[in-house]
């Protein structure tokens, strides 16, 4: 994943990394090709209207698949950016109470620091929860659309068998 740089906090020394695809307004998602609408009436062989009308409707939902994948690899990276912005401010407030990293010495409440660091492990944890069932969401599909495309296959081979 291609990362831009930007600030957070209002802190021109945090500096934390966030993926293009959030950032860039001029991004957008893959453009799917349109499919034809369904005629009945423009085939004059009944067997083969139905068999055209099949494969039509199967790559209407093999596209729909395609589109719901790209949606949900687009909401992870919204999902995981929003996650890092949130990290990269856990951690420019822990700089501020404990700058010398794992270092005793604190300057106010050491509760605060414990605090902050629990917020940021929670957030590793929210992070990784979210990869993963993203993931299992995408295989998901990907098996679907797999399954799908096998379906559009068979079809396409019937309907040339009945053109011979």
């Known amino acids: 994943m291609k ?6 906090a209002n802190s021109p020394n945090s500096l934390c990394r966030g993926s293009a695809s959030a950032l860039n307004p001029n991004f957008s998602a893959p453009v799917l090709p349109a499919f034809p609408e369904y005629n009945p009436h423009a085939h004059t062989d009944p067997l ?3 068999a055209r009308g099949k494969i039509l409707i199967l790559e209407n939902i093999i596209g729909q698949v395609v589109k719901e994948i790209e949606e949900r690899k ?3 990276d919204t999902t995981i950016d929003g996650i890092d912005r949130q ?3 856990l951690n ?3 700089m501020a109470v404990a700058p010398w990293g794992d270092s005793p010495s604190t300057l106010g409440d050491p509760r605060r620091r ?3 660091e629990k917020d940021i492990a929670a957030l590793v944890a929210e992070k990784r929860h979210e990869t993963t069932a993203t993931w299992k ?8 659309l797999r399954e799908l495309f096998r379906e ?3 079809e396409r081979r019937k309907q040339q068998v009945m053109q011979k």
């Open 48 to 50: 083969e209207a139905f």
């Open 152 to 154: 559009y296959l068979d």
């Open 3 to 8: 990362s831009t740089p930007y600030y957070v």
């Open 87 to 89: 990290m990269c401010e």
């Open 137 to 144: 969401d995408i295989a998901g599909l990907k098996s679907e």
């Open 114 to 116: 414990a605090s902050l």
């Open 74 to 76: 687009m909401l992870l």
């Open 92 to 94: 420019t407030a822990l």
